[in-house]
Nanobody, 125 residues
Framework: QVQLVESGGGLVQPGSSLRLSCAGS????????IGWFRQAPGKEREGVSC????????YYADSVKGRFTISIDNAKNTVYLQMNSLKPEDTGVYYC??????????????????WGQGTQVTVSS
């Protein structure tokens, strides 16, 4: 049974950092494209970043470039999203998802089959 479990969310002040984790079971994350998405209240879900580790490929939305870093620890079968210089507009529920390994140029149209339950990130003073 495939399972993705997110953790690491919380309430932080603007300018702070958080590291989100996406732990996989029932699948080897290195064989897939793993994406991070977020959804704020009243807004559409937004693709934030994804990694196709075995292809050496990462993707970042323009809104997070230079602030967020996606990485994978194959030994722990976990993908991380390091988020620095957080802004109030980064607030939302963050989900990780797994899809077929490939080069993703648009997370809105990429196929992701398995999803986690999400972790809340709130950036507020």
């Amino acid at each position: 049974q495939v399972q993705l479990v997110e953790s690491g969310g919380g309430l932080v002040q603007p300018g702070s950092s958080l590291r989100l984790s996406c732990a996989g079971s029932g699948l080897t994350l290195d064989y897939y494209t793993i994406g991070w998405f977020r959804q704020a209240p009243g807004k559409e879900r937004e693709g934030v970043s994804c990694i196709s580790s075995s292809l050496g490929y990462t993707y970042y939305a323009d809104s997070v470039k230079g602030r967020f870093t996606i990485s994978i620890d194959n030994a722990k079968n976990t993908v991380y999203l390091q988020m620095n210089s957080l802004k109030p507009e980064d607030t939302g529920v963050y989900y990780c998802a797994a899809g077929p390994r490939g080069i993703v140029t648009d997370m809105r149209t990429a196929k992701f089959d398995d999803w986690g339950q999400g972790t809340q990130v709130t950036v507020s003073s």
